[in-house]
């Protein structure tokens, strides 16, 4: 199970509610205490719907430990750990300019590779089914974090395509810069930094409710060396397209970009 993990993004604990699906087992109940004390938020039975437990209890969010799944919902929004553009991405095959970033052609592919931003773990289990690499991942909201505990799991016992890759990332609760920190010089091949952008991507569902939990730390200049000092090959900042990234990186600087076509890839190469 999960421990420890920070802050829980802009609007915080105040506003969530932890709940179970109606009629729910013991064992559900007691992951939802948990989750409840874990992101300090407010835990309710289930005795009515939703709605009305946020209407009753002056609550915005509700986390709910479901039978299938656990869930986020904030009004017409709903945020839970899924495979995403999985198979979109898959058919763009070394092609994709997240793969070319983090393991150009002609190099022996990743064994290791630390996602420092884990979000949903779209990217993770794509990149992890895609080059066959153990991924760590990091995740420092304790809401996100409880929703990973339950998803990628879930997703790797799914037999479906994305199933083993699922299967090789492994959660890390907490803030990315302490997990970087507890790691050997060169442990991994490669550091993946994707910071919250300001604004979503197009179609992006759920952004608002992801951005009430996540947490908002920047890519700075501790982290990125942080993250050079553990990758033994590059270090992979997504950007917005056009962006141009931190100044002040380590090591020979920015080396490389990969465009995409909505965000970019800068690379620190050694």
Known sequence: MVTGGAGGGERGAAELLVTTAPDAPA???????????????LFS???ASVTRLLRDTGRVHAYIVGRERDELRGGDEILWVHPGLFY??????????LL??????G?????????????LAGDAIHVASALGARVIGCEASPVLASLLEEGLPR???????WSEGAARVELRAGDALATLSGLEEGAVDAVYLDPM???PLAAQAGFDLLR???VHAPVDAALLAEAWRVAARRVVLKLPGMAAPPEGAPGPGWTRRVRGQAVDYAILER
Do not use: M, N, Q, S
């Not at 064992?27 to 938020?41: E, F, N, Q, S, T």
């Not at 070319?100 to 052609?105: D, G, V, Y």
């Open 45 to 47: 039975p289930r005795r």
């Open 88 to 97: 979109l991405k898959r058919e763009a095959g070394a092609t994709h300019p």
């Open 27 to 41: 064992a559900l109940v007691a992951r939802a205490r948990v989750i409840a004390k874990r992101c300090g938020a």
């Open 107 to 119: 190099e022996p592919p990743p064994r290791a590779i630390v996602d420092a931003t884990l979000g």
């Open 197 to 199: 952008f300001e604004a």
């Open 155 to 161: 997703l790797a016992k799914g037999g479906r395509g």
């Open 212 to 214: 009430a939990y996540a």
């Open 100 to 105: 070319r970033a983090l393991a150009p052609e």
